[in-house]
């Protein structure tokens, strides 16, 4: 019943009918597209200054109570969204949005590897974990399809009352999953004392430092390069009205590396940096192609970088000891969203001097270092 509970939870948290229209929302309501980067900007900082300190409240308090609270905090903000649309409700509703982002982070993949572990399953988290991905997948590509008629039916209301709605329903999910948790001792401090405790560990063990960076990198580039897959579709020539399944293309090769992760999670570190080098190959080969059939190249390659990012997490579970577990897994999901900005600044400064299949090759050239790096760990340590 655990695996399919957070299933359950992966897939509602992203089954989000507002999601493929609230840019419109944003535009009907006499936003510049100056004001809308505003907003995101303001939903990615809010995320990361949040991400580490609900990591350590996790830690210091329930990882399911914040599993609980994080859906409601982001269903009040598309509540705000669509019952006074303005530029500062739209801000606030960001603000809910990357707090519900931050308190799920981490939170979520400490409760899940430690119920694991307190069954004797630990190694299953690859596979588990997984397949929550590909549950958030599915639950997306739903969402975008159902909006479609929900909004000809109801317009914003509708949309965001069905939004509302799957938040209140993961929430009250998060309140099924169960938390064995041994009580913290008197002198093990509170709060400051796990945020210490987490920062510690990721700062001075050196192997869990690198499977920080590791999750980050892996986790954080094609994640952000996915945003403008459209722009690359585009740029082949095909209809605009074909752009779309181009994307599709892009977003089965992601959902069908999160169903492998699993059987890929005990690759040795040479098998490993080999799948990372190949998969840099394809997107780089798949992007400059400048044909729609470049398209099957650059989905291999998601799904590969997909699996790669769910093995480094799950080797990263394996290596955090003591009470912290979801303090360092945030630190992860700091470097994750540092990263993303990067890549996003970085895209923009380019975009104006290459082509977008140029840039997608450009930004493969880190996971080769990755490749490499994972080579020489393989021959520094024997397998």
């Not at 409601?72 to 669509?82: F, K, N, R, S, T």
């Not at 000891?321 to 630190?331: E, K, L, M, Q, Y």
Request: with cysteine; proline share 3%.
């Amino acid at each position: 019943m655990l695996v399919t509970k957070l299933y359950a939870y992966a897939f509602l948290g992203e089954f989000i009918l507002l999601y493929p229209v609230y840019t419109l929302l944003f535009a009907d309501a006499g936003l510049s597209v100056a004001e809308s980067s505003v907003l995101f900007v303001i939903w990615s900082v809010t995320g990361m200054v949040l991400e580490v300190p609900s990591g350590a409240w996790a830690d210091a308090v329930s990882r399911r109570l914040l599993l609980f609270l994080g859906p409601l905090l982001a269903g009040a903000g598309y509540a705000l969204w669509v019952s006074v649309p303005s530029f500062w409700a739209f801000a606030a509703g960001f603000v809910l949005w990357g707090a519900q982002g931050a308190l799920v982070s981490g939170s979520f993949e400490a409760l899940a590897y430690e119920e694991l572990e307190r069954r004797g399953q630990e190694g299953r988290y690859a596979a588990v974990m997984g397949r929550a991905e590909a549950a958030g997948l599915v639950a997306n590509a739903l969402a975008i399809g159902l909006a479609v008629p929900a909004f000809a039916a109801g317009g914003y209301a509708v949309v965001g009352v069905a939004s509302v709605a799957a938040c209140v329903l993961c929430a009250v999910t998060a309140l099924t999953l169960p938390e064995h948790r041994a009580p913290r001792a008197a002198g093990d401090g509170g709060y400051v004392a796990v945020l210490r405790s987490g920062l510690a560990v990721a700062r001075a063990d050196r192997a869990v430092f690198r499977a920080l960076l590791l999750v980050a990198v892996v986790t954080a580039i094609w994640g952000a390069l996915e945003e403008y897959v459209p722009f690359l579709g585009v740029e082949t020539g095909v209809a605009e009205s074909a752009v779309p399944l181009l994307v599709l293309v892009v977003w089965i090769g992601a959902t069908a590396g999160g169903l492998l992760a699993g059987a890929a999670a005990r690759l040795p570190d040479r098998a490993y940096g080999l799948t990372v080098a190949v998969a840099a190959v394809a997107l780089a080969a798949g992007a400059l192609s400048g044909h729609p059939a470049g398209f099957v190249l650059i989905a291999g390659a998601f799904g590969a970088f997909q699996l790669a990012g769910i093995v480094a997490d799950a080797r990263l579970q394996e290596r955090i000891g003591g009470a912290a577990r979801a303090t360092v897994t945030s630190v992860a999901g700091l470097g994750v969203n540092v990263i993303t900005l990067a890549v996003y600044a970085g895209y923009g400064a380019v975009s104006g001097r290459l082509s977008n299949g140029a840039a997608f090759a450009l930004f493969a050239l880190p996971y080769l270092v990755v490749a490499v790096l994972s080579g020489r760990r393989a021959r520094a340590v024997p397998q």
